[in-house]
């Protein structure tokens, strides 16, 4: 039996839910509510130590990591393949699963200053205190530190666009004259369409048809897939809190 513990629109929970509903397998959905620190408490911290979403528990062995995650599906459920057989194809693949976890620690930058800094600046010093203490990685405690006092930089947050904006043009470049990143449908388009939604929910100026067309289009290739329409459904047992609405219409 497959158990997902997951956030339901956060970026990796959405790799994971997305790659799922592709595959079209049944699972057990635990929704972790990560305002209310489910993530941090002694149960979870036994399934993922790391005290981060998503998991996967499969007959009670956890996987961890949502790109790990998706290569497992794939590995025990080969049908439909989301990974190329061409051995120099399936290496494509892996560069832009890489790019994509990379560019998800730009994409976090925009998106604490964005959403989270008002929400944790609020918060009674003694609740900061806890957050940070209760959380086991010590790069999300600074993280939270910094949007906690004062959140990140503009220079910051402006190298967080150049680094975002460089990953984009290097997809535009690979999808000239293709509808997806490695030719056909894969875990490459899964992982990078987690991240180009965030940018639509935040509504940053360089996620934009004039700079790149190509990925705008693909974009919307992917949201007419009926899995992906499942995924971001909002307002369901997986997805009791939606993100916010994209005034460009991208969501």
């Not at 993530?39 to 911290?45: G, I, K, M, P």
């Not at 293709?178 to 987690?194: E, N």
């Not at 992906?228 to 991208?250: N, R, Y």
């Amino acid at each position: 039996m497959l158990e997902l513990y997951h956030s339901g629109l956060t970026t990796c929970s959405k790799q994971v839910r997305l790659t799922l509903k592709e595959k079209n397998l049944d699972y057990v959905s635990r929704y972790v509510d990560l305002r209310a620190y489910e993530h941090y408490s002694a149960d979870y911290l036994k399934i993922n130590p790391n005290g981060l979403v998503p998991s996967l528990v499969d007959d009670g062995r956890a996987i961890i990591n949502s790109l790990a995650i998706m290569e497992y599906l794939d590995d025990i459920c080969p049908e439909p393949p989301l990974r190329p057989a061409d051995p120099k194809a399936r290496a494509d693949m892996r560069r832009w699963l890489s790019a994509s976890d990379t560019t998800h620690m730009s994409v976090m930058t925009l998106t604490y200053n964005a959403f989270l800094k008002p929400e944790v600046e609020a918060l009674a010093e003694s609740d900061k205190q806890m957050v940070m203490a209760a959380n086991p990685v010590p790069e999300r405690r600074e993280r939270i530190r910094r949007i906690a006092y004062g959140g990140y930089s503009a220079e910051e947050e402006a190298r967080a666009m150049e680094m975002t904006a460089f990953t984009l043009g290097q997809m535009e470049g690979a999808l000239e004259g293709s509808d997806w990143m490695v030719g056909d449908y894969s875990l490459a388009d899964i992982s990078l369409f987690a991240l180009t939604h965030r940018l639509g929910e935040l509504d940053t100026e360089i996620f934009d048809e004039s700079r790149f067309p190509g990925v705008i289009d693909w974009h919307q290739r992917m949201l007419a897939r009926p899995a992906v329409a499942a995924t971001l459904e909002a307002g369901t047992a997986e997805t009791p809190k939606s993100g916010p609405v994209s005034t460009k219409g991208l969501r």
